[in-house]
């Protein structure tokens, strides 16, 4: 079956950064795009990056544009989210999704 795992999140202090990854298994990783959301509490989740089966399209939130960068890596079935500059309005639980599969998320936390 299919799953999603995140990993990599954790607290950080304003300005600084986190990987997060996302290990892939149940399906064939390298046909398939794959998205990177977060939800904060009280909000609606929302998109935050998103790259292509090839890894060579990629798009980002108006807010995390220029700071987070999303690759892949189709050998290790590996998705990841490079987070830089981080800001208090980061915190947020990260999920990794494909068609309709969702990771369980990882809590990231940006405080002082």
């Known amino acids: 079956q299919v799953q999603l795992v995140e990993s990599g999140g954790g607290l950080v202090q304003p300005g600084g950064s986190l990987r997060l990854s996302c290990a892939a298994s149940?399906?064939?990783?390298?046909?398939?795009?794959m998205h990177w959301y977060r939800q904060a509490p009280g909000k609606e989740r929302e998109l935050v990056a998103y790259?292509?089966?090839?890894?060579?399209?990629?798009s980002y939130g108006v807010s995390v544009k220029g700071r987070f960068t999303i690759s892949r890596d189709n050998v290790k079935n590996t998705v990841y989210l490079q987070m830089n500059s981080l800001k208090p309005e980061d915190t947020a639980v990260y999920y990794c999704?494909?068609?309709?599969?969702w990771g369980q998320g990882t809590q990231v936390t940006v405080s002082s």
């Open positions: 790259i292509s089966s090839t890894g060579g399209s990629t």
């Open positions: 149940g399906f064939t990783f390298s046909n398939y795009p």
């Open positions: 999704k494909t068609n309709a599969y």
